[in-house]
C-alpha cells in the first residue's frame, strides 16, 4: 500500500491521495516505465483545482523528474463517475477531472518514463499543487501538499513467449497512459481494481494490411478467428469457462460480470502471476482445471465470445486468479519487430525495428517469429 506522510497539514489542501498499487518498473522499447493511479478525494467544503504535480525520484535539490501542468492534467485525470468519452475505437480519452467538487474522487493516471539504463529509485515523491474556490467565486491562495510517497516495488516481471504461432498483431488498447483498457477501474463486492492496466487486444494483421476481409460481418472475415492460442508460460490452469456463443460481429450482446470475458481460461505462470486469455471461440477450449501445460501448448482458439464486436484475444496478467478481481501487473516479451502505430500501418511503408526483453507498446504492430519454441 502506498504511504502518504502528511495528509493535511494546517491551511494545507484537505485530500486524500491514495495509491492503490506500487508501481512495478518494466522496458518499453529503450526507456523504463513507471504505471500508477493516484486516487483524489477532496474532503474540503468547496472545490478544489489541482494546477500542478511534481514528481520527484530524490531529494528535491535534483529537481522534478516529471512535471505535470494543468494541460496535461486534464489529459490524465477523470472524475470518478463521469463518463469517459472515446474519440474512437482506439482513441485518446476526455474527460474532466482537474476541478474536484466536494465529497468527490478523481483518479490521475500517471506514466513516468526513466531511461532503461538508469536506477530505479525506492520510491518517489510528489508534490500537489491546488487553488480552492470561495464563496465569492473566485480563487483563494494556492495549497500544497508536499511529500507524498509512493514506493516502488520490486517485484519480477515475467518474459513470457509470444501467446501465438508468429504473425502480424496490432496490439490494441495495448500499455499506453489514454487507453480504455488503461483507465478501466472495476468496483467489485466493496472493492476497487485495475485488472486491464497492462492488458492488450490482440487482432491479427492480414496481408492485406487490415484485420479483415472480404466485409465485416461474418466471424471468418477476421484474420485472427480460430488462431491457435497458446500457453505464454508453463504453468497451472486454474480457471475455464466454455459455452457461450460467439457473437456475431458488430453486435455486442447484454454483458454482465459474468460473461464479460466470454469463453475465458486463467493460466498461473508464477506466484501471484496469472494470464488470463478471454473471448475465445465457443467449444475451442482444450484444456481443463488445473492442467498443467507448457510454455507453447495450445489452450483454445481465437474467437468473439463475451464483451467484443470482433474476432480477437484479450490478454492481460493480474496478481490473483481473477478477470476483474484483480491488479493487472506489467510483462514483456524476449523479443519482437516493431512496425510502427497501427493508424500508420501500410504494407509498403513500415518501420522495421526490433524491441528486446520488452511490453509492447499500446495500439502498435508487431510481428512475432514464426514456429513454436
Excluded at 337 to 362: C, H, N, R
Aim: proline content about 7%.
Amino acid at each position: 500500500m502506498c504511504t502518504l506522510d502528511t495528509l493535511a497539514r494546517e491551511r494545507g489542501p484537505r485530500v486524500e491521495v491514495v495509491c492503490t498499487s506500487p508501481p512495478i518498473p518494466v522496458r518499453m522499447d529503450k526507456q523504463q516505465v513507471l504505471v500508477y493511479e493516484l486516487h483524489v478525494t477532496n474532503f474540503d467544503a468547496v472545490p478544489l483545482t489541482l494546477k500542478r504535480l511534481e514528481v520527484f525520484a530524490g531529494d528535491e535539490s535534483t529537481g522534478p523528474i516529471a512535471s505535470v501542468d494543468e494541460k496535461a492534467l486534464a489529459a490524465a485525470m477523470i472524475r470518478v463517475g463521469s463518463a469517459m468519452m472515446p474519440s474512437g475505437e482506439h482513441g485518446s480519452l476526455v474527460d474532466v477531472g482537474r476541478v474536484i467538487e466536494p465529497g468527490a474522487r478523481s483518479v490521475i493516471y500517471m506514466w513516468i518514463t526513466l531511461p532503461a539504463s538508469g536506477t530505479v529509485p525506492a520510491r518517489l515523491r510528489h508534490r500537489m499543487i491546488f487553488s480552492a474556490a470561495t464563496t465569492g467565486g473566485g480563487n483563494s491562495a494556492d495549497a500544497t501538499l508536499e511529500n507524498l510517497q509512493v514506493p516502488i516495488s520490486h517485484d519480477a516481471v515475467l518474459t513470457l513467449r509470444p501467446p501465438f504461432h508468429g504473425g502480424v498483431w496490432l496490439a490494441g488498447d495495448g500499455p499506453a497512459n489514454n487507453t480504455n483498457h488503461r483507465r478501466a477501474i472495476t468496483a467489485v463486492d466493496g472493492h476497487i481494481y485495475s485488472a486491464e492496466r497492462f492488458a492488450i487486444d490482440w487482432l491479427k494483421v492480414g496481408p492485406n494490411g487490415d484485420s479483415r476481409h472480404d466485409g465485416a460481418t461474418r466471424n471468418d472475415n477476421w484474420w485472427g478467428w480460430g488462431e491457435p492460442v497458446l500457453a505464454v508460460a508453463d504453468g497451472e490452469i486454474t480457471e475455464v469457462v466454455d459455452g457461450i456463443a460467439d457473437n456475431v460481429p458488430r453486435v455486442l450482446p447484454p454483458v454482465t460480470v459474468d460473461n464479460i470475458a466470454g469463453n475465458h481460461v486463467i493460466l498461473k505462470i508464477a506466484p501471484n502471476r496469472y494470464a488470463t486469455y478471454a473471448h475465445l471461440q465457443n467449444g475451442s477450449i482444450k484444456v481443463h482445471l488445473h492442467d498443467r501445460v507448457r510454455s507453447g501448448d495450445v489452450l483454445a482458439l481465437l474467437g468473439n465470445s463475451g464483451n467484443t464486436t470482433g474476432a480477437h484475444l484479450h490478454m492481460q496478467v493480474t496478481d490473483r486468479s481473477s478477470v476483474l478481481q484483480a491488479e493487472g501487473v506489467p510483462f514483456v516479451f524476449e523479443k519482437f519487430t516493431y512496425l510502427g502505430p497501427g493508424a500508420d500501418y501500410e504494407l509498403d511503408k513500415q518501420v522495421s525495428v526490433p524491441w528486446e526483453m520488452s511490453i509492447p507498446p499500446g495500439d502498435g504492430v508487431l510481428e512475432f517469429e514464426g514456429g513454436k519454441k
